[in-house]
């Protein structure tokens, strides 16, 4: 148990719909990133919250993708008007300084 | 940004042999190297870390090994078993940073077979 629950575990939507994942620490972290992967590659950033405050960005979220961390625990990433090119797990992960622990994902399909 | 190249993609190995797979980095101001193993439908887990200041580190059968001048780090997987057959990832980040994240540049991964 790395301490971060994601929900829902698995998502299949239609191609224009609007998603919404959900991101939970177990305990208080204040450094909370979203990663994506796709099949065979490694994780890629894209974006980081330091308690409430999204520090960054990645030229990967598009303005279709929106995360908010209100109150500095949970997270939700938000994706609108979804593409096929979208379907990837959804990866959170918590971390101090250095470590990061990820949580167990979202799969999102877009068909 | 930051690069990292991992090698090779593939790696098949007979139980009970030693396995190594090899980053090279590209940012010289990364100072933060986390190994993962990710298996078939997990998440990524982090198994060994190394830190620029420090050259080597192990762990029972794990070592991690970092050359700072070359910007490259690798790991060593000793006396494998079938559990550790999984994919394998490299990363890179600059670590510490005050107000700053740090977030992690992956290689591309590495498919680690352990053969009975």
């Known amino acids: 148990d790395t301490g971060v629950s994601q929900n829902p575990r698995h998502k299949i939507t239609k191609r224009g719909q609007n998603v919404t994942f959900r991101c939970d620490p177990i305990s208080e972290h204040n450094r909370l990133y979203w990663y994506r992967q796709t099949l065979g590659q490694g994780p890629e950033f894209l974006t980081y919250f330091q308690n409430e405050a999204q520090l960054e960005k990645s030229r990967l979220l598009s303005d279709r993708f929106s995360a908010e961390r209100p109150k500095g625990s949970f997270s939700t990433l938000e994706i609108q008007r979804t593409e096929q090119g979208d379907s990837a797990m959804y990866l959170c992960?918590?971390?101090?300084?250095?470590?990061?622990?990820f949580g167990p994902g979202t799969r999102l399909t877009v068909t | 940004g930051e690069n990292v190249e991992q090698h090779p993609s593939t790696l098949s190995v007979q139980e009970g042999d030693s396995a190594v797979i090899k980053c090279t980095y590209s940012d010289s101001a990364s100072n933060y190297f986390p190994w993962y193993k990710q298996e078939l439908g997990k998440r990524p887990q982090l198994i060994i870390d190394i830190r620029s200041n420090v050259g080597e580190k192990k762990d029972q059968r794990i070592a991690v090994t970092l050359n700072k001048t070359a910007k490259h780090f690798s790991l060593h997987i000793t006396e494998t078993q079938p559990e550790d057959s999984a994919v394998y990832f490299c990363?890179?980040?600059?670590?510490?940073?005050?107000?700053?994240?740090?977030?992690?540049?992956f290689g591309t991964g590495t498919q680690l077979k352990v053969e009975l």
């Open positions: 992960a918590i971390g101090g300084s250095y470590e990061q622990y």
């Open positions: 990363a890179a980040s600059r670590g510490g940073l005050t107000g700053g994240g740090n977030k992690l540049t």
